[in-house]
């Protein structure tokens, strides 16, 4: 991943977060590139969704599409096959293509962990916090890598961009849809969000989240985080729970 920071970067953003911070009750986490490895599987599954489009490998259409994928990780995957191909009926095309070709990478065991997220996700339940998991990829997917994972029970919600009326991120739906859910926070500034991509941030952001950290184990990097509006960058999930422990 490209990233821009400098030796002493950590400690300068997660030290950002003062006394009179807000007391965080609901987290809301996204998944592939924060949660979950997935070991750049979304461009190959886009690899064989172009290709059932008639895409052709290697010319220049592909790779300005390749690099379109790229930019706008963390956004919902139907969003960004409408913009790649326009019309709505090969927009579906492409983004079932896509979910059935990352399914089966999934079910091949390509995800994991990313290293600590799972402790970091409990500690933080433990902690009297309520997690939610979001992903922009549709349910069917999102199911998949949970069952792969066998990460069914670990939070107390997941939802994908159809849980929130059809817009993913960077629309603020899917936290706002936490929110309402779960009733585990009186005021958007008691949510923390937490991702890989500048749109992930954005969401946060926009849903007035209280804590929004750019995480850096996947798409994005500081400057894109912090352009988003993020009030913290940390190198992984798996710092989170010593944050808000600070927050409280």
Not at 151 to 166: I, K, V, Y
Not at 192 to 205: P, Q
Request: aromatic share 4%.
């Amino acid at each position: 991943m490209t990233t821009d920071m400098t030796p002493d970067m950590t400690a300068e953003t997660t030290a950002d977060m003062t006394t009179d911070a807000p007391d965080i009750r609901l987290v809301v986490l996204d998944m592939a590139g924060t949660t979950v490895a997935d070991g750049g599987l979304v461009e190959r599954a886009f690899e064989a969704a172009a290709a059932q489009l008639g895409v052709e490998p290697g010319s220049a259409d592909h790779t300005e599409k390749l690099d379109y994928v790229r930019a706008t990780m963390g956004e919902s995957k139907i969003s960004v096959f409408r913009h790649l191909f326009g019309a709505e009926d090969l927009a579906r095309r492409a983004n079932t293509a896509f979910e059935k070709a990352y399914g089966d990478l999934v079910d091949a065991g390509l995800v994991a962990p990313v290293p600590g997220a799972r402790e970091a996700i409990e500690e933080i339940a433990a902690g009297g916090r309520t997690v939610v998991l979001t992903t922009g990829f549709a349910r069917v997917t999102q199911d998949a890598i949970l069952a792969a994972l066998g990460w069914q029970d670990l939070a107390a919600l997941t939802l994908c961009p159809a849980d929130a009326g059809g817009r993913g991120r960077p629309f603020p739906d899917m936290v706002l849809e936490a929110f309402v859910r779960t009733k585990a926070a009186e005021d958007v500034r008691q949510i923390a969000v937490a991702g890989d991509t500048s749109y992930d941030v954005l969401s946060g952001v926009r849903a007035g989240a209280g804590l929004v950290a750019g995480v850096r184990t996947g798409a994005h990097g500081d400057d894109a985080f912090r352009a988003a509006g993020a009030t913290h960058v940390l190198d992984s999930v798996a710092a989170l729970p010593a944050l808000l422990t600070g927050a409280r």
